[in-house]
């Protein structure tokens, strides 16, 4: 089993900078793609990022150059640094780490004001 903590979500101004973070514990676990995704209210959940083990990584169109994802590896953590936020961000963020199954995170909100 694999535990997720999520930490790091609030409230910040347009133009303001967040950083998120999701560690991973458990044992027998071995993670390869680690990401995050995000829902807003009433919209579906959609990829935000996402990072391979070997730090191969892929982003949202909407995002490119604003957010940027990175990785511990040592100590199985996924970070999303997120600058120059807009109120188009706000949702709830899900941290995902994939390996043979994979597992989310509880979320945390992220709420950006105009």
């Known amino acids: 089993q694999v535990q997720l903590v999520e930490s790091g979500g609030g409230l910040v101004q347009a133009g303001g900078s967040l950083r998120l973070s999701c560690a991973a514990s458990?044992?027998?676990?071995?993670?390869?793609?680690m990401g995050w995704y995000r829902q807003a209210p009433g919209k579906q959940r959609e990829l935000v990022a996402q990072?391979?083990?070997?730090?191969?990584?892929n982003y949202a169109d909407s995002v490119k150059g604003r957010l940027t994802i990175s990785r511990d590896n040592a100590n199985n953590t996924v970070y999303l640094q997120m600058n120059s936020l807009k109120p188009g961000d706000t949702a709830v963020y899900y941290c995902?780490?994939?390996?043979?199954?994979?597992?989310w995170g509880q979320g945390t909100q992220v709420t950006v004001s105009s």
């Open positions: 995902l780490v994939a390996g043979s199954v994979y597992y």
């Open positions: 458990g044992s027998g676990f071995s993670i390869n793609v």
């Open positions: 990072i391979t083990r070997g730090r191969i990584t």
